[in-house]
Nanobody, 122 residues
């Protein structure tokens, strides 16, 4: 059974940084699997944040230049380094994965973590 477990969320002031981690178990996600992050703010639809496939990275427009996704294959873990955080970044952040090359739509991803709350105060 595949599990994705996020950690690293919390409360931070605007302009600050956080690093999210997502540890996968039950399956080894190779370079040819897509792994990434979505977020969901209250009253809003889930929003694509970033994904990683075979070293190719894509970001949502609202986080480009501020967030960085990375992967440690040896640990079967992906990370999301979030810098220059804004109150608008407040959301539950979800780790996602799929055995295919997929894109920015939430419905494309087979595996989801339980989410971790990120709150940015102004």
């Amino acid at each position: 059974q595949v599990q994705l477990v996020e950690s690293g969320g919390g409360l931070v002031q605007a302009g600050g940084s956080l690093r999210l981690s997502c540890a996968a178990s039950g399956r080894t996600f190779s370079r040819y699997d897509t792994m990434g992050w979505f977020r969901e703010a209250p009253g809003k639809e889930r929003e694509f944040v970033a994904n990683w496939y075979d070293g190719q990275i894509d970001y949502g427009d609202s986080v480009k230049g501020r967030f960085t996704i990375s992967k440690d294959s040896a640990k079967n873990t992906i990370y999301l380094q979030m810098n220059t955080l804004e109150p608008e970044d407040t959301a539950v952040y979800y780790c996602v994965a799929d055995p295919l090359r997929v894109g920015k739509l939430a419905r494309e991803y087979d595996y989801w973590g339980q989410g971790t709350q990120v709150t940015v105060s102004s």
